[in-house]
């Protein structure tokens, strides 16, 4: 018999072989109806999927089957239904154009896709009719049915089929695996590891989204194929809300706005994925930064400043460079053949991948021109690494760099080791990809006391990461970003009221800023990982203090496995745009490992030395994501204490320009960021531009407004206000930027038009 235990703590009997299906039947009729998936143990499997007892069980390691239904109400059931509806768009497709080619199809952040080749190219006015024999095929609800085959046997199915990438992808990267998965529906089988919907009528609603071109493998050397985008919801409903927030997004959209109000600009002289700060994204950039070190100060922070690059080895003993080497860029090193043998020893050390990791790396090497001779040709992993070391004795030789320990080596992990061995040797740069270590050594500079502590040091400190050029975006992901980061270091009785402390200020920032609708993600490490280091002891007591630190506050929260930092557990602020989208913005992080791996000390009330508990922070995460967002989520009408010009000035004519510059000169003298336009245009005109620049007062004069010393105010979001007298039009404008009034004009479409519109404080 099998234990399974069940979200609510009960456990569940049930004999060997029993299918998910039938233990929701067991529960109960509406549950089997409803159920999409099971969690098994962290896995999601199909429903007819039998349970058995893993080893762990079978050697009396565990204690159980962690078992949960999955329905319409879980966020892993919809993936489930999405990747189960790219199947059933590509049945769709083979129906409607004989010779379709399938590469791969899965699931993405809010839909799927499928890379497809088929002559001649699909166009979206095909989209229709593509969607109309999705219909049918839901309306049958044919059943999703899974079945394995050797895998030899699994190659003569595909190339029975006509697949060629399908067989291409078994040669390459799955004939290390004894059988592979496929699915049935109806005609269509595919090679897939699943899982799927029970049939294809659970499918509510969907919509094909966009096409676009898509190299088969992501390598540029090979054929492009078309990339076929679409959505799918358990309901219309929710598919609606998605293409209306779709809709908004666009309009939203910050590489546009950006662009449109001159705030930032990307340059590829420059570089992909590096931001250039214009006039006017700077002065909202400095606002946020002045805002945030004013705070800090009152909280006991002390400023610091760290380079832009270190040496290798601190990072090494950090656990940076190991632990993200593939999204870092590579060292530097004074000796010419330092960077060659790094890519390799990196690969070496990787050992046989599987094949998700083996196209990783693959995307690795292709981003640091790293060529090895016979690589891509190799059919094993074993092939593959000894190409690798291959290459390495032709470096070594190449650049008369002696290492008789790598030829003495029997395998690639011994192979690594005399490479890392010889590159510790070296002399290696690293360009920052984080503070901490970098503050970790400006405390080891001085002896510290239990009277010392905590010790709060803050810097907006720029790193850098070598993201792919596919997954840059605007500001919201970049290679180069500046976070308004601080490393606390602690007694271990300070680690609560400091983390609560940190929690606090994360609040703060947040509704000094509008941005109130939110949720607490508690991210703990998975225990199924290997990119985690430390002490489980250690990882055991800082999760549960972050448990009970957000459970204490009544904090409405998740624990989410696999969300923590490689070095501790961490508590992220998921914030929910006017438009309903989420993005991770405040983190809060609990490490004792970094202090470990530093060797920290401060002494105690004993007179004996003790270890330190850092707290890693940065509420805003990066400036420019968070500019990014901010853009997206004001549509660019940036509240009065944040717009980079708050007023504009303009005169009905000509005759009424030096009243203007009074004004503006009078407004400047105050404190306030105010233009004139004094150009010979028509005062319709004048507002209109200022409408479209979204600029929060337009102040317009004339005769009228000239005998009697006042301005006619125009508010961006409330209309037209009269004629207010100037000491009076300051107090105002004092009073909402003194108070960060946020005011945004009502409506999903807030600040994208100007005109009236009501408050929405």
């Known amino acids: 018999m099998l234990t399974l235990r069940l979200p609510d703590g009960s456990a569940k009997q049930v004999p060997e072989g029993t299918t998910s299906r039938q233990v929701a039947e067991s529960i109960g009729k509406r549950l089997a109806q409803a159920a999409i998936a099971a969690r098994v143990n962290g896995q999601v499997i199909d429903l007819d999927r039998e349970l058995h007892e893993p080893e762990a069980l079978a050697t009396g390691t565990a204690t159980g089957l962690a078992f949960q239904l999955l329905t319409d109400r879980d966020r892993d059931a919809l993936d489930v ?7 059933i ?3 769709a497709v083979m129906r409607l154009f004989p010779g379709v080619q399938l590469a791969f ?32 095929i839901i309306k049958d609800a044919e059943p999703f049915e899974r079945f394995e085959r050797p895998t030899a046997e699994a190659r003569g199915l595909v190339e029975d089929l006509r697949q060629g990438y399908k067989v291409e992808h078994i040669d390459d990267d799955l004939n290390q695996y004894p059988t592979l998965s496929f699915y049935r529906q109806g005609e269509f089988i595919d090679l897939c590891r699943g899982p799927h919907i029970p049939h294809a009528g659970k499918v509510g609603a969907f919509k094909l989204l966009s096409i ?18 679409g959505t799918a919801f358990f309901n219309q409903k929710d598919l609606d809300a998605y293409l209306h927030q779709l809709e908004e997004a666009k309009k939203r959209d910050h590489r546009l706005l950006g662009k449109q109000l001159k705030l930032f600009t990307i340059s590829q002289t420059v570089g992909s994925g590096l931001i250039l700060w214009m006039p006017k ?23 610091v400043y760290s380079p832009h690059v270190g040496r290798l080895e601190l990072y090494r003993t950090s656990g940076h460079f190991p632990y993200y080497r593939d999204a870092q860029y590579p060292p530097m090193f004074a000796h010419p053949a330092g960077s060659a043998l790094d890519l390799a020893q990196h690969r070496l050390a990787s050992g046989e991948l599987d094949d998700l990791k083996e196209y990783e790396m693959g995307n690795f090497m292709k981003l640091t021109h790293f060529h090895v001779q016979g690589y891509a040709e190799a059919k094993t992993q074993h092939e593959k690494l000894a190409a690798v070391a291959d290459h390495v004795r032709g470096v070594l030789k190449a650049m008369d760099v002696h290492l008789p320990e790598f030829d003495k080596a029997l395998d690639p992990r011994e192979q690594a080791d005399a490479l890392l061995s010889w590159l510790k040797e070296q002399e290696g740069y690293l360009l920052k990809p984080m503070n901490c270590p970098h503050h970790i050594q400006i405390y080891k500079a001085e002896p510290h006391s239990y009277r010392d502590l905590p010790v709060r ?14 997954e840059l975006t605007g500001m919201t992901r970049v290679r180069g970003f500046t976070q308004d980061d601080a490393h606390l270091f602690v007694t271990p009785e300070q680690i609560e009221p400091e983390f609560s402390a940190n929690l606090d200020l994360v609040l703060f920032i947040l509704s000094s800023l509008g941005l109130n609708d939110y949720r607490v993600r508690v991210g703990v490490r998975d225990p199924a990982s290997t990119k985690y280091v430390g002490d489980p002891a250690d990882w055991d007591k800082a999760e549960q203090t972050l448990i009970n630190l957000v459970s204490s506050r009544g904090m409405n929260h998740t624990v989410e496995k696999g969300e923590a930092a490689f070095y501790g557990p961490k508590i992220d602020f998921v914030v929910r745009d006017c438009i309903g989208r989420e993005w991770q913005l405040g983190t809060v992080q609990l490490d004792y490992n970094l202090p470990k791996r530093f060797e920290l000390e401060y002494t105690g009330s004993d007179n004996h030395p003790h270890r330190p508990v850092m707290i890693h922070r940065a509420p805003f995460g990066s400036m420019e994501r968070f500019m990014g967002i901010l853009i997206e989520h004001f549509a660019g009408a940036f509240p009065l204490w944040l717009a980079p010009e708050q007023a504009r000035v303009m005169p009905v004519s000509e005759r009424f320009t030096d009243y203007g510059k009074k004004i503006e000169a009078d407004l400047r003298s105050a404190g306030f960021r105010v233009t004139g336009d004094y150009r010979p245009e028509k005062i319709g005109y004048k507002i209109r531009e200022a409408q479209l620049e979204k600029i929060p007062y337009m102040l317009v004069v004339g005769d009228k407004e000239q005998s009697a010393g006042t301005v006619a105010v125009r508010d961006r979001v409330d209309g037209d206000k009269g004629a207010i007298g100037i000491s009076e039009l300051i107090a105002m404008l004092t009073a909402e930027t003194k108070e960060r009034r946020i005011r945004q004009v009502s409506g999903a479409s807030a600040g994208l038009e100007g005109g009236q519109a009501k408050y929405a404080d």
């Open 81 to 87: 239904l999405r990747h189960s509806c790219a199947h």
């Open 89 to 91: 768009m590509a049945r």
């Open 105 to 136: 199809g899965p699931t993405i952040e809010n839909g799927f896709y499928y890379d497809i080749d088929v002559s001649p190219p699909i166009r979206e006015e095909d989209f229709p009719r593509i969607e109309e024999e999705m219909r049918k």
């Open 212 to 229: 676009a071109g898509a190299y088969w493998k992501n390598d540029a050397g090979r054929k492009q194929l078309q990339r076929l985008y």
């Open 281 to 303: 994204g700077a002065i909202i950039r400095g606002i946020l930064e002045t805002f945030i070190k004013e705070e800090l100060l009152k909280r006991g922070y002390q400023p």
């Open 457 to 470: 040091l803050a810097e907006f400190g720029t790193v850098y990461r070598f993201e792919q050029t596919g």
